[in-house]
């Protein structure tokens, strides 16, 4: 039996074209050799928790400050520094330099109190001037980990 080419043409042309279209939607439906189709269902993970970074500790001056103007840092969730002397009579500004709101906030009453409230994030600055010696201890009532120490000496 012999093809002629108006044999060719009619049936080889056309099932290499059906065997080609076969091919192409077995490899865009991942073929047959796949062992499960069924949708498996997936679970979001759950959200965690974040804490606050844990504070750098920094020790007191071994002199007291002589200037009558101090500046703390509230940066990373801490401040900076985190203990510090100064003489009475000096102001101390801090700023918040988050982008979190923090506070200011006095331990005790005794010997002085003081509270900033929330400061705005970034660039708040709250002013204290201590005119009373003693040992203040403070911290951010929004991050309560935060915590420092201000010791007033007699000028």
């Known amino acids: 039996m012999f093809f002629t080419k108006s044999m060719t043409r009619r049936f080889l042309a056309p099932g290499i074209l059906v065997v080609f279209a076969v091919l192409l939607v077995l490899a865009g439906c991942g073929g047959a050799a796949s062992a499960n189709n069924n949708p498996t269902a997936t679970t979001p993970p759950a959200p965690t ?36 002397t100064i003489k009475t009579g000096t102001t101390v500004t801090w700023t918040d330099k988050d982008t979190t709101p923090h506070t200011v906030t006095s331990d005790s009453g005794a010997p002085a109190s ?29 991050h309560p980990s935060m915590t420092a120490t201000i010791v007033v000496v007699a000028s």
């Open 114 to 142: 003081f509270n900033s409230g929330p400061l705005a994030a970034p660039g708040g600055t709250f002013k204290f001037t201590f005119t009373q010696a003693g040992t203040y201890t403070y911290h951010c009532m929004i």
């Open 49 to 84: 928790a974040t804490t606050a970074p844990a504070p750098t500790a920094t020790t007191a001056a071994a002199t007291p400050v002589n200037s009558t103007q101090v500046a703390i840092a509230i940066q990373n969730f801490s401040f900076n520094p985190q203990t510090i």
